[in-house]
């Protein structure tokens, strides 16, 4: 996941009510994607990929590239799960999410012999639960969220470095931003209450409930790409954020600072896919190995959000500011992380998210 995106409308389409009437409007979402039968058709976050590049590949390589973006996992599910993928012939979900796409059979193999870089990706970021053998997905960046503050407001620095200045009343100031995705903000909680993440049952989820509504009373903005600017009106003295984003803000404007909580640290990985629908394969994998290309890397690390997934991406790996989190991704160390799960049930994440946006 600086500026990738607007903040992901408070009001977004709440994902599992959205699957309900899928079957009444996927005709008519059908209509609105009209596949160009000329292009790579991409559907990827904005922020990330620097325009000017994909107009590169295509002086390079002859095929047109045509993008459009999504503003949320949610958004991203819903037109995939009513088009069964058709028009698009690369996408880039978050890595619960791929689980999900692998399971409704919507993504093709990847014949990892057609791509050049493979062996330069990072081991830390291969392998893991979501595919297990990287069968269907390749990690394209990462990111890991932490608290953005104001300095000024925390002379001696945060109180505690925990998810607790985000969960606890006592120690939630008067105003905060919010992530946006319901599924991640509460598998936070879940964490916070009870340092595992696990299967809840029904009196768990009305006590989830009650922590998010209590913490929507401090909630400023619900947004998952503009923490920063929240930070720099003024508008909240401390925010959920992702290093992707903090470190060129704090960069820019060293009175705002970024700390990681220490008793949890929660990796996002993002991840090229090809839709099972798609028929220019060759072209995909084309367009794969130009964008992990160390130089487009590079390229797109300094003029957007793109964490580097490759363990060779020593612009990265050598940023001071970068120093604390990318450690948690280092092959060279042993930190452990956590990843977001679907540990929730369908159900359990649309009845906690209705409490909180009802309230």
């Given at each position: ?58 002086k390079?390589?002859?095929?047109a590239?045509s ?9 991203l ?86 998810w ?46 009650g ?110 500011i970068?120093?604390?989190s ?34």
């Amino acid at each position: 996941m600086e500026e990738r995106t607007v903040l992901r409308t408070g009001g977004i389409v709440l994902f599992w009510i959205s699957c309900s009437f899928i079957i009444l409007f996927s005709p008519y979402l059908l209509k609105l994607k009209k596949e160009d039968t000329s292009a790579l058709n991409i559907f990827m976050w904005s922020g990330v990929v620097d325009p000017q590049v994909f107009t590169q590949f295509t002086k390079e390589t002859g095929i047109a590239v045509s993008v459009s973006h999504y503003e949320g996992n949610e958004e991203l599910l819903v037109k995939l799960l009513a088009t069964k993928g058709k028009g698009y012939d690369m996408i880039v979900p978050s890595d619960y999410v791929v689980e999900y796409l692998i399971k409704n059979d919507l993504l093709k193999k990847i014949d990892k012999s057609k791509l050049n870089f493979y062996d330069k990706l990072n081991p830390k970021l291969m392998g893991l639960y979501y595919d297990p053998k990287n069968d269907y997905s390749i990690p394209s960046e990462w990111y890991v969220l932490g608290l953005g503050y104001i300095k000024k407001d925390y002379p001696n620095g945060l109180p505690e470095k925990s998810w607790g200045m985000l969960f606890d009343p006592y120690l939630m100031p008067k105003k905060i931003g919010l992530i946006n995705d319901s599924r991640e903000l509460i598998t936070l909680a879940t964490w916070h209450k009870y340092r595992q993440l696990r299967e809840i049952n029904s009196e768990e989820v009305e006590f989830l409930k009650g922590i998010l509504c209590e913490q929507k009373k401090h909630a400023e903005a619900y947004t998952d790409f503009r923490g920063d600017f929240l930070l720099r009106s003024g508008n909240c003295s401390l925010v959920i954020a992702s290093n992707a984003i903090m470190w060129k803000v704090i960069l820019d404007d060293p009175t705002l600072g970024f700390d990681m909580p220490n008793e949890g640290i929660f990796l996002n990985i993002e991840n090229y896919v090809i839709p099972k629908a798609s028929e220019k394969v060759d072209q995909v994998y084309q367009l794969m190995n130009f964008l992990f290309r160390l130089d487009i890397q590079e390229h797109n690390y300094k003029t957007g959000l793109l964490l580097s997934t490759r363990k060779d991406a020593r612009f990265m790996f050598d940023e001071p500011i970068l120093k604390s989190s990318t450690q948690y991704i280092d092959p060279e160390n042993n930190f452990k992380v956590m990843l977001f799960k679907n540990f929730l049930t369908d159900n359990q994440v649309n009845e906690i998210w209705l409490a909180v946006k009802g309230e």
